[in-house]
């Protein structure tokens, strides 16, 4: 894979209201968390970046334990 140097990433955001992934990093991101915001890209600024990275701080995340 071109990304196995590169960690795996803890957070991903899908703009534009699309609930999928359509492949995106699919064995890359099976632990991430995935954040789905309605604006489309170029409305998306930082003050959504920060309200997406307040909510993952609140995440308690067991990467598939029970």
């Known amino acids: 894979l071109y990304t196995k140097c590169i ?3 803890e957070i991903i955001i899908r703009t534009g ?3 999928r992934l359509s492949n995106f990093l ?3 991101c ?3 968390e995935i954040f789905f915001e309605k604006k489309l890209w170029p409305d998306f600024n930082e003050s ?3 309200k997406i990275i307040i909510k ?4 308690r995340r067991n990467f598939g334990n029970v």
Not at 56 to 59: D, H, S
Request: aromatic share 22%; charged share 25%.
């Open 30 to 32: 099976i632990y991430s």
């Open 48 to 50: 959504d970046f920060n």
């Open 7 to 9: 960690p795996d990433p």
């Open 26 to 28: 699919l064995w890359q």
């Open 17 to 19: 209201n699309r609930k």
């Open 56 to 59: 993952y701080n609140k995440i």
